[in-house]
């Protein structure tokens, strides 16, 4: 009997002693939490999507109260956050550059030539593992709607037989859409572009004409007629420098295989 309550005792002792230890140990190593940073992140989309650099929308939240970054790069969260954001930290926000995704290709099944019939898993990454994709064009869209599967404003849908285009009326600029394509096809820029170059193909003119019918060949017409000198040719694919660009569309007229577009909304079925 003494022995069990010599045990009894001892653990008493120890839970009691250990228990004082972190009771101080609490206080000593305690560390404030602004609760100003629970009221931005509660405030934020919860996308986690990373547009504004960091990892997700808590530790943005926290590098905003901090003063280590500014308070508007959440482009999802758009102008009611940034309302909130001054409400919540009385000071004044700014503005957000509006931002969307623009799908750099135009191909389609119709316009590309298929080197293989693909039958397997619906998804770009696992089609991709399988010598690029059934597409003869490498760096095409492959179609099967991993950007679309990740949208969470539903502003990309899958048309022209399986080409993925962008609602630029609905979507935030998250860049979840960018993270999932594998053909690195997808580009976040600043919302009302006028025109963009929808093609990914570096190879060789002759070559990607070979592939798909509306490639860019790098034949410098683009180039040469823009009367703003807004486009240059890098490893065989005409850039546009939108710093120097007016949107007068010439380069949409002169494309000879029109493969510049005009930004357009798709129809919403």
Request: include cysteine; hydrophobic fraction near 40%; proline fraction near 3%.
């Amino acid at each position: 009997m003494n022995v069990i309550i010599i045990a009894v005792v001892s653990v008493t002792a120890i839970g009691t002693i250990c228990a004082v230890i972190l009771s101080v140990a609490s206080k000593i190593m305690y560390v404030k939490i602004d609760e100003r940073i629970a009221l931005l992140t509660n405030a934020m989309p919860g996308a986690n999507c990373g547009a504004c650099g960091f990892p997700g929308c808590s530790a943005y939240a926290a590098a905003i109260v901090s003063g280590d970054t500014k308070p508007n790069l959440c482009t999802p969260g758009g102008a009611q956050l940034l309302a909130k954001i001054s409400e919540i930290l009385g000071i004044e926000a700014g503005s957000i550059d509006a931002k969307t995704a623009f799908v750099h290709c135009s191909s389609d099944n119709k316009t590309h030539q298929q080197k293989m019939y693909y039958k397997g898993v619906q998804s770009c990454i696992a089609a991709k593992q399988l010598y690029g994709g059934q597409s003869a064009c490498a760096f095409g869209c492959i179609g099967y709607g991993d950007c679309y599967a990740v949208c969470p404003s539903n502003a990309i849908c899958m048309e022209d037989y399986g080409l993925a285009r962008v609602i630029t009326s609905l979507c935030t600029g998250c860049g979840l859409c960018v993270k999932a394509c594998p053909n690195e096809l997808i580009s976040i820029e600043s919302a009302g572009l006028p025109v963009l170059i929808a093609c990914n193909n570096i190879e060789k003119g002759a070559v990607a004409r070979k592939k798909c019918i509306t490639a860019c060949i790098a034949c410098g017409k683009c180039v040469r007629e823009c009367p703003d000198k807004a486009i240059v040719i890098e490893e065989n694919l005409a850039k546009i420098d939108y710093s120097k660009c007016t949107g007068c569309g010439h380069c949409v007229e002169v494309c000879v295989t029109k493969c510049i577009k005009k930004v357009t909304t798709p129809h919403i079925a």
